[in-house]
């Protein structure tokens, strides 16, 4: 075969190879694609199987697990709970030994040892009435059976045994028949004389100033829906219908105490800070489906004994709507915003050039959620970790701050705002700075859509404002009043679930806001409102009004015995 032959089949061969070596290398980058495709898609599987799991375990807790953020002892000393069966027995062998102290008595004298009252029933309060129920002996059993020369001897009485016990006696209703005499004069008959008519909060009803406060405090204190204080009141042969009831509450709310909520609300804008929180509502008839959420703005200001909460109701959670409330007749609120991390909440306060503080305890409830769900036994730990060396020694210090304070005041001094700011610099400082070193290590290997990772990002995103305390003594590290005073809501709303329309979310707020202040003052609920009924028709000037604010009647009402 010729040379040129040979030569031109070689380069036929070659380009063959080339070409079959393109197809391969195409394949194979087809291949190699295909493979990073399924890792990622692999990847992002096995990311989401660890978040519904840690999703499916946080329901579990929450359903099931115990509520209290408070570490187990196994987690802050594993080896503590060796010391169980010791303690057990410790404490056993002395309350034997306390007992047999105690069993020692003085029969000549009837004496025997005092002990204070610990465990087991609690007395009855000395201030309810007592009511005496004799049970004697027969006639015939109080004279001695041991005749004596012909004589029978009377039993002298030598003491008693006194077993108290409660009695219940439902409530009572009656009527209050308001009787204006008319006078006229037989000879000049000029007219005729009667009293002037004695204002009452509805006057085209007949409902008592005690009867509204009971309907207010059954559904704004106690969670009663109206229809279930209706059928209590028949019980009593009050034939109420819950329609009429809960048109009487929505004027008591929509008119006649808004002057008293205008008064609040100009002077909650005047407190250097204002905490702030929400809740969703539902209502039926409105704007919106009715399925949509509608909400519960709640806004706390003021020192103890003057505190003021207010709950105000909002169609939609925007940022007008939350700066609305932070405006008054003035303008725009200028003093300290304490809140969550809610986004909307730092629009509102860059409008308003307000400092804005965060919250530790949400800080802290990311953390727990994480040491209940987080799929690794790693994160896990790690969450326990910032809990128990980081957070934990943050609340202690504020809670032994808390305690000095009481400390003084039962001394009569008192602890200054630059004691404070000194006791949080010189020891919560040190452990923040060091737990934000620690935020900041784990943070980029962590998966972020994880729990421990929306902590750790939580808590980088928040860290300006979570540490802004340092400096500010009179603000509070966490925003916890706010969310007890919307607790008492939420338990409400799972048994009334939803307002009929706006006015009534409206009305609802302003009765809201009544009753909570009454409790964060001091006050029981109840003899608060019943006075307010009473004397807000008559009150015509602010100078009445502001007399009926919950800290102006302290001194004239009883104190709540569990105020919130």
Request: charged fraction near 25%; charge should be neutral.
């Amino acid at each position: 075969m010729p040379a040129a032959l040979r030569h031109n089949q070689s380069l036929q061969k070659n380009a063959e190879l080339q070409a079959r070596l393109k197809v391969s290398e195409e394949a194979l980058r087809q291949i190699r694609h295909a493979h990073e495709q399924l890792q990622a898609e692999h990847r992002q599987a096995l990311e989401r199987k660890m978040l519904l799991e840690e999703e499916v375990r946080f329901l579990k807790a929450q359903l099931y697990g115990r509520s209290s953020e408070k570490l187990p002892s196994q987690s802050v000393s594993p080896d503590q709970k060796m010391l169980f069966n010791e303690a057990e027995v410790l404490a056993a062998i002395a309350a034997a030994e306390a007992a047999e102290q105690e069993h020692t008595t003085t029969v000549a004298a009837h004496k025997r040892k005092a002990r204070p009252h610990s465990g087991g029933r609690e007395p009855i309060p000395p201030h309810l009435p007592r009511q005496e129920v004799l049970h004697d002996l027969p006639v015939h059993e109080k004279w001695c059976t041991h005749e004596h020369e012909g004589v029978c001897w009377a039993r002298q009485r030598i003491g008693e045994e006194v077993s108290e016990r409660y009695h219940y006696e439902p409530p009572k209703v009656w009527v209050e028949r308001h009787v204006y005499p008319k006078y006229a004069c037989g000879h000049c008959h000029e007219g005729v004389k009667v009293v002037a008519a004695v204002k009452s909060i509805l006057p085209k009803s007949n409902a008592s100033a005690s009867l509204l406060a009971h309907l207010v405090t059954s559904k704004f204190d106690d969670g009663l829906p109206l229809y279930r204080v209706c059928r209590q009141l028949e019980r009593q042969d009050v034939l109420l219908s819950p329609g009429t009831v809960g048109t009487w509450v929505n004027t008591l709310g929509a008119e006649s105490v808004v002057p008293l909520i205008n008064l609040m609300n100009d002077a909650l804008l005047e407190h250097p800070l204002i905490q702030m929180d929400e809740t969703y509502l539902q209502v039926l008839r409105s704007e919106k489906s009715p399925h949509s959420d509608h909400y519960m703005v709640v806004r706390c200001a003021g020192p103890p004994g003057r505190r003021i909460i207010l709950f105000d109701y909002i169609p939609s959670r925007t940022a007008a709507a939350l700066k609305e409330l932070l405006t008054g007749a003035d303008g725009p609120y200028r003093g300290k915003l304490l809140t969550d991390g809610l986004e909307l909440y730092d629009i509102v306060a860059a409008q308003l050039k307000l400092e804005h503080f965060g919250c530790l305890q949400h800080c802290r409830t990311y953390f727990h959620k994480a040491l209940k769900v987080a799929e690794l036994p790693s994160g896990r730990t790690l969450a326990g970790v910032a809990m128990r060396e980081y957070l934990g020694p943050v609340f202690k210090i504020e809670q032994d701050i808390k305690e000095l304070r009481k400390q003084r005041e039962r001394d009569g001094s008192a602890l200054t705002l630059e004691e404070v700011c000194k006791l949080r610099l010189e020891k919560s400082a040190p452990v923040l700075t060091a737990f934000k070193r620690w935020v900041d290590d784990l943070l980029p290997g962590t998966p972020p859509q994880s729990a421990l990772g929306k902590a750790l990002a939580y808590t980088t995103n928040q860290w300006p404002k979570l540490v802004r305390h340092l400096e500010h003594p009179e603000v509070p590290i966490h925003n916890n009043d706010t969310e007890n005073r919307i607790r008492p809501f939420a338990q409400g709303r799972r048994v009334w679930l939803f307002c009929h329309n706006p006015l009534g979310a409206r009305a609802s707020a302003n009765l809201f806001s009544l009753v909570s202040s009454a409790r964060a003052n001091g006050l029981e609920p109840h003899a608060y409102l019943n006075l307010l009924f009473e004397q807000l028709p008559a009150a015509d000037t602010v100078e009445a009004l502001e007399a009926l604010l919950p800290w102006n009647v302290r001194t004239t009402l009883p104190a709540a015995r569990h105020a919130t």
